[in-house]
């Protein structure tokens, strides 16, 4: 298992910084490049939520089916999905403090190919945590703009 924890503090209110993260539709609002949302149950946010999300990466297109397993509203919400042999299990939990939230996503890997789960630690510190920084930055500015107007 390889894991990375990635930490933003997002100057909005725990409430505004949960709905972007938690609230597929509004996450694909908050950052860059998806390019389709599709909901594979009759929930659209919350516990048992299962969607499918096309987004384009690095020049690349890539569709990835989601499931929220674990839900508390303004507190935690985990979203798992497996692709290719690895499951991404990513644990987000958000820290009120006055005026501002803290952001945290830990994201655990198990792959069984032996090949990825031996370049996962690498692949997940070069790209993947790049990546992940990247959507995190876009949703404080995203939850930041919508707290300030």
Known sequence: ????????????????????????ARFAQAISGVTKLEFLSSAKCG?????????VLNGKGMTMDFDVTDYVENERVRIVNETHGTRWDSA???????????????????TRPLVPRLLMPLMLRLFIGRAIGKDFDAVKAFCEKESAG
């Open 92 to 110: 987000i939990a958000l820290t009120p403090s006055g005026a501002s939230t803290t952001l945290t996503m830990r994201m655990d890997t198990t």
């Open 1 to 24: 298992m390889a894991s990375i924890t990635i930490v933003r503090t997002i100057h909005a209110p725990a409430a505004v910084v949960f709905k972007t993260v938690a609230d597929p």
């Open 47 to 55: 516990p048992g939520t299962r969607f499918r999300q096309s987004r």
